[in-house]
Nanobody
Framework: QVQLVESGGGLVQPGGSLRLSCAAS????????MGWYRQAPGKQRELVAS???????NYADSVKGRFTISRDNAKNTVYLQMNSLKPEDTAVYYC???????????????WGQGTQVTVSS
């Protein structure tokens, strides 16, 4: 079994900052890509940022220059530092981790439970 536990969401004023964390635990042989997605009410889930096992990052155009994704491989944790937040960043944020649970198994993606981020004055 693999568990992903997210933390760090909340209510913040426009221009503020938040840092999301997602820790993976359980049966983990190796972790490939890690990423953050978000889903606003009435909209489809979209990729916010991703990071490969080698540290290559990718960002949605809407968050470039404001958000930073990073990972701590020793802790099996991925972070999303969000600065200069805007009301349009309001959404439920989900982490996604692509990993191999055991040697010889295929890799697959796992989702966190989601954490609410609300940007409002």
């Amino acid at each position: 079994q693999v568990q992903l536990v997210e933390s760090g969401g909340g209510l913040v004023q426009p221009g503020g900052s938040l840092r999301l964390s997602c820790a993976a635990s359980g049966s983990i042989f190796s972790i490939n890509a890690m990423g953050w997605y978000r889903q606003a009410p009435g909209k489809q889930r979209e990729l916010v940022a991703s990071i490969t096992s080698g540290g290559t990052t990718n960002y949605a155009d809407s968050v470039k220059g404001r958000f930073t994704i990073s990972r701590d491989n020793a802790k099996n944790t991925v972070y999303l530092q969000m600065n200069s937040l805007k009301p349009e960043d309001t959404a439920v944020y989900y982490c996604n981790v692509n990993l191999i649970a055991r040697l010889g198994y295929r890799s697959r993606g796992y989702w966190g439970q989601g954490t609410q981020v609300t940007v409002s004055s």
